[in-house]
């Protein structure tokens, strides 16, 4: 299955997503920004998330696919004020996603073709069962 993929994520954020309750991520870094501007969130879009940076991933590498519920991109007013007397506007795009876990995942292929295009990658979902 091939879909976008969000790299760079903290491992404490994928080990609590694994744990099944939905949660809401703000992202900051440009490159995910980027791959998150063109999904349309509902139940049966995917997104691969793993720890390992863009420039490092490679076939074999592991993370989790998840459902995205939502996404919200959005600029942030950031003010910096410097030795008391003068101060420093600037705007920062972020956005925030909900996303549930749907399965353990292991790239297959990664497809990134530069800094201003989404990065997607080939994936193989793992199964696993529970005897009840």
Request: hydrophobic share 40%; glycine share 6%.
């Amino acid at each position: 299955m091939k879909c976008p993929a969000l790299t760079g994520i903290s491992p404490d954020i994928i080990r609590d997503l694994k744990a099944g309750r939905p949660r809401t991520i703000e992202i900051q870094s440009t490159h995910n920004i980027i791959t998150l501007a063109n999904i349309i969130p509902g139940p049966e879009t995917h997104l691969f998330m793993t720890s390992i940076d863009m420039e490092d991933l490679t076939p074999g590498d592991t993370g989790i696919c998840v459902y995205v519920l939502s996404v919200n991109i959005m600029m942030k007013r950031i003010v910096e004020f410097i030795h008391g007397l003068n101060y420093e506007e600037r705007e920062r795009m972020s956005a925030r996603i909900q996303v549930k876990y749907c399965a353990a995942s292991v790239v297959k292929a990664v497809f990134h073709e530069g800094m201003i295009q989404p990065t997607a990658v080939e994936v193989l979902k793992s199964s696993c069962y529970h005897a009840g």
